[in-house]
């Protein structure tokens, strides 16, 4: 408004291409709805090769900026852009760490999720799973693999709905999954894992999915000092359910361990 100016848009791209195709990212800072003219665009490339571009527009009725307005103008944008610029990277070094590329929460995601609560009590009523989709590379060579990344997402999404804000799902690789859930919600999370009917392309097309899948319900009071404190057991029910000798739904105990560890000793004879 100091400088008679009427919008004020900003634009942030993860890449060249992004900016190339004018897929970004688009925020309008300042607005007063009076149709303008743009009078002055700032660009700020990051080392990473993100970039951000700023414009401003002023009416055809206003007086046009002198140099010392637009000198000032210049450095209210450059300020803007780069913190925008740092933000959005802040936001872009997240991802990469904690997310996949197909957008799923991946391992670190799991582990600073069980680490920050995994003092005693925090996991009360909980339980943990771990599971892996049977025969997933049927669905790839079957139908294509859009179709198996589109089956993957629609099954991850519903057990995330299920799940909802009181646990966690992420991806290990491929496949394979672990999870935190409320154990409540663990007769109808196992049933999804023993049959899933699960759409695989916007024609509505479906496919079936089962999984091996391993389960810790995790005792109230438990704490968790290291990830593996968890992961150990889970991966450890889900190779028995994966040899199929009990089931394709294996419960973490004890015994399961004590078995482990005979067959070591047999092993080291």
């Known amino acids: 408004a100091m400088f008679r100016l009427s919008k004020g848009v900003t634009h942030f791209y993860r890449t060249p291409a992004e900016e190339k195709r004018k897929i970004g990212e688009e925020m309008c800072s300042y607005d007063t709805g009076k149709p303008g003219k743009p009078v002055h665009t700032v660009r700020i490339v990051t080392t990473l090769m993100s970039i951000s571009t700023m414009t401003v527009y002023m009416t055809d009725d206003e007086e046009p900026l002198t140099q010392d307005e637009l000198f000032k103008v210049d450095l209210t944008m450059r300020t803007a852009l780069n913190f925008i610029s740092r933000n959005r990277l802040q936001v872009m070094a997240n991802d990469l760490a904690f997310y996949d590329d197909m957008g799923f ?85 196992l049933d999804y894992l023993n049959e899933a009917v699960v759409i695989i392309d916007d024609s509505g097309r479906t496919a079936q999915l089962s999984s091996y899948t391993g389960v810790f319900c995790i005792p109230n009071g438990f704490e968790v000092k290291v990830p593996n404190d968890i992961m150990g057991k889970i991966m450890h029910a889900l190779q028995i359910a994966r040899d199929g000798a009990q089931g394709n739904v294996v419960f973490f105990s004890d015994m399961l361990m004590s078995d482990k560890e005979r067959s070591r000793r047999i092993q080291n004879m």
Do not use: M
Request: charged share 20%.
């Open 105 to 189: 929460c991946n391992i670190r995601s799991f582990f600073r999720y069980i680490t920050w609560n995994g003092a005693p009590g925090n996991f009360d009523g909980k339980a943990a799973i771990n599971y892996n989709i049977r025969h997933f590379s049927l669905i790839n060579e079957e139908y294509g693999r859009q179709c198996g990344d589109t089956a993957l997402r629609n099954h991850y999404n519903y057990i995330s709905n299920l799940i909802g804000d009181s646990g966690i799902i992420s991806r290990l690789g491929g496949d394979a999954f672990v999870c935190i859930c409320d154990q409540t919600d663990l007769p109808e999370i």
